[in-house]
């Protein structure tokens, strides 16, 4: 019968890897955790902003109609000129490209949270 009495501090040793690594594995879950966490509260905060960007856009825009529509009018009844209404024309085009870029930015950030959720796909 052979047992050693003492085995180089190799089974301490062994036993401080464990824990070591145990203690690793905690901070990288942990460090996940946060990071999920950030980038959730990241998405909800990039959705407010989007909703708040699209209505903002929405009353340009219907400022926009409202303008065009008033400058044809006094084209038509002859106290405007052709430059106003052109000139209003393109602002309602630039209004509108504004809102739907609006929009699109809000679905993409919607699509962000959702993937940041893990709920993308599940619905």
Do not use: C, W
Not at 34 to 49: A, L, P
Not at 63 to 72: E, Q, S, Y
Not at 73 to 89: L, M, R
């Amino acid at each position: 019968m052979n047992v050693p009495i003492f085995d180089g501090f190799g089974r301490h040793y062994k036993g401080q890897q464990k824990k070591l690594e145990l203690r690793k594995t905690e901070n990288n879950i942990l460090a996940l955790k946060n990071t999920i966490d950030m980038q959730v509260r990241q998405s909800e905060i990039t959705v407010n902003n989007a909703i708040r960007t699209l209505e903002v856009q929405q009353k340009n825009m219907d400022l926009a109609t409202n303008v065009a529509r008033v400058v044809k009018i006094k084209y038509a009844e002859g106290v405007g000129t052709n430059i106003e209404v052109t000139n209003a024309e393109d602002a309602l085009r630039d209004a509108q490209t504004n809102y739907y870029n609006a929009l699109y930015d809000l679905l993409v950030a919607q699509l962000d949270y959702k993937k940041a959720l893990g709920t993308l796909g599940t619905e």
